[in-house]
């Protein structure tokens, strides 16, 4: 060892800088008076072993000689100090971290991580204590991940650590400059998440972060919310409960995912985390289980293993409010059923519904029986759903019923025309949207009640005039509601089949019905169907079966489908390019087989089976 300095007040005075750790101040005191080791600076603290110089966890009277020496107050020294806390539950395994009390694993101490970016900034070449908390394997100031090796080849990747004192910002091994090292940079938005969880760890700015937090967590300057943010981190990535001990070792991006993870539990907490053992056990392969390794289970046990009587106490409310044994038991039963009575009232296998659960298509509540995690439906949903099942009706089945497209039985929905059943369990179990038989039994109702007598050789079908409507959906939604509105006189003959082949309209009005837009609300309730049946696409292209067919034979059956779909985008793109003979005779008030012969005779370009070339045709009829 190296001769040491008397023990004066060094000139000029020696200023600590904010959010510096302990290491990186004695450090560079060391490097500025020309101290070779730290050890040659920490041994008036009382060390004596040139490999473990840090003095970080030294008693408060060692620390004071050892703050008079650099001439810094005892207290600004002590503030970054690292002490074992031998009176925390699980004695020395807890040192103090910026005010806080952690697990002695989550603190480094004898490797020195760095941010190269962040030791570039002007007046930036400081060891930051956060730096130091395997939490955060990232610099917040920059985004860049921490390095604890030297770049240099000579170096062959050895780490650095604080016995020799080169600098800051500079390896302690070959005096390289480790500003000039490469380190990749966590995406902005990650960082910008893990900011709340640094000014947690910071004493100047820990009253921003517990403000965050629900006021339950906000209580004990902190210590709370750290020790619940240290015991969830294994929970929402039980992948990391095996190597908690050495995250400085695990992928750093996977260590942050976590970190930010378990803050978003708690800004939510207690809600946010049942959440997560409803999904967690919806995904789960096996029959029992929590579905995340044991870990939601093993965090659940009161009194909790941190030792921690505020955080056990936190568990164990949590745990009572799912727990069937426990005073909310009773609530619980009563709102609650299993899978396999819900199956029963609803009509469906335990493993279909199971399905529908997994797919979000029934709420959960989680429940504790007899140290098992277990998932409950709401009794007071499945019964709304078996009743509204026992009087639903599809919209394939409104379509066949109407005579018109699924679109246009999505218009009627998104008009107030009929009713949704907005439950996402019916369209995930019927895979198509339903609506009520009541409803649809008023629409019709209210359509043959707002009728007129009108001479049928006056009359057109509103099916046939629909037939101008070309390149686009027919607008049924508009149309039925401009004859309610009584905008339109129709009349209906006897109800026979599909109920628009029997709705008839003045010939003079076939061109008011045409040229009628539908819009769609914004936002709009039904998601727009990306297929559509042969028969939609006859409706749209103005064809007939047979045209269809061969049209669209090169398309496969959907593996599992019975019947054939089609892209709606591709048979839009179809109408946008093409018109039939039909749309043709329709718009221009002729026969089909005369408006087929003059489209052939005008020598427009034929599209095959799909019609016409609409732009020359629409320019060639004035149309």
Same mark, same amino acid.
């Given at each position: 060892?190296?001769?040491?300095?008397?023990?004066? $007040?060094?000139?000029?005075?020696?200023?600590?800088?904010?959010?510096?750790?302990?290491?990186?101040?004695?450090?560079?005191?060391?490097?500025?008076?020309?101290?070779?080791?730290?050890?040659?600076?920490?041994?008036?603290?009382?060390?004596?072993?040139?490999?473990?110089?840090?003095?970080?966890?030294?008693?408060?009277?060692?620390?004071?000689?050892?703050?008079?020496?650099?001439?810094?107050?005892?207290?600004?020294?002590?503030?970054?100090?690292?002490?074992?806390?031998?009176?925390?539950?699980?004695?020395?395994?807890?040192?103090?971290?910026?005010?806080?009390?952690?697990?002695?694993?989550?603190?480094?101490?004898?490797?020195?991580?760095?941010?190269?970016?962040?030791?570039?900034?002007?007046?930036?070449?400081?060891?930051?204590?956060?730096?130091?908390?395997?939490?955060?394997?990232?610099?917040?100031?920059?985004?860049?991940?921490?390095?604890?090796?030297?770049?240099?080849?000579?170096?062959?990747?050895?780490?650095?650590?604080?016995?020799?004192?080169?600098?800051?910002?500079?390896?302690?091994?070959?005096?390289?400059?480790?500003?000039?090292?490469?380190?990749?940079?966590?995406?902005?938005?990650?960082?910008?998440?893990?900011?709340?969880?640094?000014?947690?760890?910071?004493?100047?700015?820990?009253?921003?972060?517990?403000?965050?937090?629900?006021?339950?967590?906000?209580?004990?300057?902190?210590?709370?919310?750290?020790?619940?943010?240290?015991?969830?981190?294994?929970?929402?990535?039980?992948?990391?409960?095996?190597?908690?001990?050495?995250?400085?070792?695990?992928?750093?991006?996977?260590?942050?995912?976590?970190?930010?993870?378990?803050?978003?539990?708690?800004?939510?907490?207690?809600?946010?985390?049942?959440?997560?053992?409803?999904?967690?056990?919806?995904?789960?392969?096996?029959?029992?289980?929590?579905?995340?390794?044991?870990?939601?289970?093993?965090?659940?046990?009161?009194?909790?293993?941190?030792?921690?009587?505020?955080?056990?106490?936190?568990?164990?409310?949590?745990?009572?409010?799912?727990?069937?044994?426990?005073?909310?038991?009773?609530?619980?039963?009563?709102?609650?059923?299993?899978?396999?009575?819900?199956?029963?009232?609803?009509?469906?296998?335990? $493993?279909?519904?199971?399905?529908?659960?997994?797919?979000?298509?029934?709420?959960?509540?989680?429940?504790?029986?007899?140290?098992?995690?277990?998932?409950?439906?709401?009794?007071?949903?499945?019964?709304?759903?078996?009743?509204?099942?026992?009087?639903?009706?599809?919209?394939?089945?409104?379509?066949?019923?109407?005579?018109?497209?699924?679109?246009?039985?999505?218009?009627?929905?998104?008009?107030?025309?009929?009713?949704?059943?907005?439950?996402?369990?019916?369209?995930?179990?019927?895979?198509?949207?339903?609506?009520? $038989?009541?409803?649809?039994?008023?629409?019709?109702?209210?359509?043959?009640?707002?009728?007129?007598?009108?001479?049928?050789?006056?009359?057109?079908?509103?099916?046939?005039?629909?037939?101008?409507?070309?390149?686009?959906?027919?607008?049924?939604?508009?149309?039925?509601?401009?004859?309610?509105?009584?905008?339109?006189?129709?009349?209906?003959?006897?109800?026979?089949?599909?109920?628009?082949?029997?709705?008839?309209?003045?010939?003079?009005?076939?061109?008011?019905?045409?040229?009628?837009?539908?819009?769609?609300?914004?936002?709009?309730?039904?998601?727009?169907?990306?297929?559509?049946?042969?028969?939609?696409?006859?409706?749209?292209?103005?064809?007939?079966?047979?045209?269809?067919?061969?049209?669209?034979?090169?398309?496969?059956?959907?593996?599992?489908?019975?019947?054939?779909?089609?892209?709606?985008?591709?048979?839009?793109?179809?109408?946008?390019?093409?018109?039939?003979?039909?749309?043709?005779?329709?718009?221009?008030?002729?026969?089909?087989?005369?408006?087929?012969?003059?489209?052939?005779?005008?020598?427009?370009?034929?599209?095959?089976?799909?019609?016409?070339?609409?732009?020359?045709?629409?320019?060639?009829?004035?149309?």
């Amino acid at each position: 060892m190296s001769g040491l300095l008397p023990a004066t $007040q060094v000139s000029p005075p020696f200023l600590l800088r904010d959010g510096e750790s302990f290491n990186g101040g004695v450090a560079r005191f060391a490097s500025d008076n020309w101290h070779e080791r730290m050890i040659e600076v920490t041994s008036v603290a009382g060390l004596e072993f040139g490999h473990r110089p840090s003095a970080s966890a030294v008693e408060p009277e060692r620390l004071i000689s050892l703050a008079n020496f650099m001439g810094v107050e005892a207290a600004e020294l002590s503030s970054r100090s690292r002490p074992y806390l031998v009176e925390k539950a699980g004695g020395g395994g807890h040192r103090l971290f910026n005010g806080l009390a952690l697990p002695t694993f989550l603190i480094e101490s004898g490797i020195r991580r760095y941010a190269p970016a962040a030791l570039q900034r002007p007046d930036g070449a400081y060891h930051r204590a956060l730096w130091d908390l395997r939490l955060l394997p990232v610099c917040t100031e920059t985004g860049q991940m921490l390095l604890d090796r030297c770049q240099n080849p000579i170096c062959e990747g050895g780490r650095v650590g604080w016995i020799i004192t080169s600098g800051i910002a500079h390896c302690e091994h070959c005096m390289a400059d480790l500003r000039r090292s490469q380190s990749t940079t966590v995406a902005p938005e990650l960082l910008a998440a893990l900011q709340p969880v640094a000014d947690l760890f910071k004493e100047d700015r820990r009253s921003a972060a517990l403000e965050r937090l629900p006021g339950r967590l906000s209580i004990d300057d902190g210590q709370l919310a750290a020790d619940l943010l240290v015991a969830l981190v294994p929970v929402v990535d039980p992948g990391l409960s095996r190597d908690i001990q050495r995250l400085h070792l695990m992928d750093p991006e996977r260590v942050c995912m976590a970190t930010t993870q378990a803050w978003r539990l708690m800004e939510g907490w207690p809600q946010r985390f049942i959440d997560l053992i409803c999904c967690r056990m919806e995904a789960r392969s096996k029959r029992h289980g929590d579905g995340n390794g044991g870990r939601t289970t093993y965090f659940l046990r009161v009194p909790n293993a941190s030792g921690s009587a505020a955080l056990s106490a936190l568990i164990a409310d949590v745990r009572s409010s799912l727990d069937l044994a426990g005073p909310s038991g009773a609530v619980i039963e009563a709102r609650t059923i299993g899978i396999k009575e819900a199956a029963r009232l609803l009509g469906l296998g335990t $493993q279909q519904l199971a399905e529908l659960r997994r797919g979000k298509g029934f709420a959960t509540i989680p429940a504790l029986r007899a140290e098992r995690c277990e998932l409950l439906f709401d009794r007071a949903e499945v019964d709304r759903i078996r009743q509204e099942v026992s009087g639903r009706k599809g919209f394939d089945s409104v379509s066949s019923d109407l005579g018109i497209s699924h679109d246009g039985v999505s218009q009627l929905a998104e008009m107030g025309l009929l009713d949704v059943l907005e439950h996402p369990s019916h369209f995930m179990r019927y895979n198509v949207h339903q609506t009520t $038989q009541a409803s649809f039994a008023r629409l019709t109702a209210d359509v043959l009640a707002n009728r007129s007598s009108i001479p049928k050789d006056e009359c057109i079908r509103v099916a046939q005039a629909m037939k101008a409507v070309g390149g686009r959906f027919k607008p049924w939604g508009p149309a039925l509601q401009a004859f309610l509105n009584g905008d339109i006189a129709y009349a209906v003959d006897d109800v026979r089949g599909q109920f628009v082949d029997h709705i008839r309209i003045r010939v003079k009005d076939a061109r008011r019905v045409a040229s009628l837009v539908y819009s769609a609300p914004k936002p709009q309730r039904l998601a727009p169907a990306t297929m559509m049946s042969k028969a939609d696409a006859m409706e749209v292209l103005n064809i007939a079966s047979k045209q269809v067919t061969e049209l669209f034979a090169d398309v496969p059956t959907m593996k599992g489908g019975r019947k054939k779909t089609l892209a709606v985008v591709d048979v839009l793109a179809m109408a946008r390019r093409s018109i039939s003979s039909a749309e043709l005779a329709a718009r221009r008030g002729v026969a089909t087989q005369i408006a087929y012969a003059d489209a052939v005779r005008s020598g427009i370009e034929r599209h095959g089976l799909a019609g016409f070339c609409r732009v020359a045709a629409e320019a060639e009829f004035g149309l």
